[in-house]
Nanobody
Framework: VQLVESGGGLAQPGGSLRLSCAAS????????MGWFRQAPGKEREFVAA????????YYSDSVKGRFTISKDNAKSTLFLQMNSLKPEDTALYYC?????????????????WGQGTQVTVSS
């Protein structure tokens, strides 16, 4: 299993970024997936999750209405569209593979993690 994130970078407050997570070594359509983030000096926190079917999504209160999680099973890629970015969104963002088809905010549910992509929101 391999998960490789991309798409991070520097954005201005109010701007947008789209993160991608290229998945290999397993069939994306069979597993729930999640995005987490970790800011310097803080614990890792849940951002968003999507069930294997893609029909069920779940967001943290801090990003709800601004971020959208989606996936393209044919391309084996997970996405996180981030709009209306705020300085407090600055963090290292990770994608993670679930142990089954469900989506959850618990990090313990996820068994494989990518290396992360840095997002910095600053003017």
């Amino acid at each position: 299993v391999q998960l490789v994130e991309s798409g991070g970078g520097l954005a201005q407050p109010g701007g947008s970024l789209r993160l991608s997570c290229a998945a290999s070594g397993f069939t994306l359509s069979n597993y729930g997936m999640g995005w987490f983030r970790q800011a310097p000096g803080k614990e890792r926190e849940f951002v968003a999750a999507i069930a294997s079917s893609g029909g069920s999504t779940y967001y943290s209160d801090s990003v709800k209405g601004r971020f959208t999680i989606s996936k393209d099973n044919a391309k084996s890629t997970l996405f996180l569209q981030m709009n209306s970015l705020k300085p407090e969104d600055t963090a290292l963002y990770y994608c993670a593979k679930g142990r089954g088809g469900s989506s959850t905010s618990s990090g313990a549910w996820y068994d494989y993690w990518g290396q992360g992509t840095q997002v910095t929101v600053s003017s």
